[in-house]
Nanobody, 128 residues
Framework: QVQLVESGGGLVQAGGSLRLSCAAS????????VAWFRQAPGKDREFVGA????????NYADSVKGRFTISRGDVMNSVYLHLNVLKPEDTAVYYC???WGSGYYSPIPDIPEKYADWGQGTQVTVSS
């Protein structure tokens, strides 16, 4: 059974930084796409970014480009989301999600329906 667990959320002032972690158990991230989504109260779940493990390709939402970075861990069951220059509008629950068996050259999806497994989420709150 695959389980994804996020950690690292918290309260931070605008302009600050956080690092979120996504750890998988029951399976490794090799040959997968791992995405981060976020959901603020009253809003739809929003794509933040994703990484294709096999070729370290990434895809980011325009709203976070240049501020957020996704990286692989040293072991094949960890992915990180580095959040920099945080803004109050970044406040949301952040989820990691995995899509298994993705092709090396296939595009990295940015819609939730393409991802099979999800974590429980971690809250990020940015104060002004």
């Amino acid at each position: 059974q695959v389980q994804l667990v996020e950690s690292g959320g918290g309260l931070v002032q605008a302009g600050g930084s956080l690092r979120l972690s996504c750890a998988a158990s029951g399976r490794t991230f090799s040959n997968s796409d791992v995405a981060w989504f976020r959901q603020a109260p009253g809003k739809d779940r929003e794509f933040v970014g994703a990484i294709k493990w096999s070729r370290v390709g990434t895809n980011y939402a325009d709203s976070v480009k240049g501020r957020f970075t996704i990286s692989r861990g040293d072991v094949m069951n960890s992915v990180y989301l580095h959040l920099n220059v945080l803004k109050p509008e970044d406040t949301a629950v952040y989820y990691c999600a995995a899509r298994w068996g993705s092709g090396y050259y296939s595009p990295i999806p940015d819609i939730p329906e393409k991802y099979a497994d999800w974590g429980q989420g971690t809250q990020v709150t940015v104060s002004s």
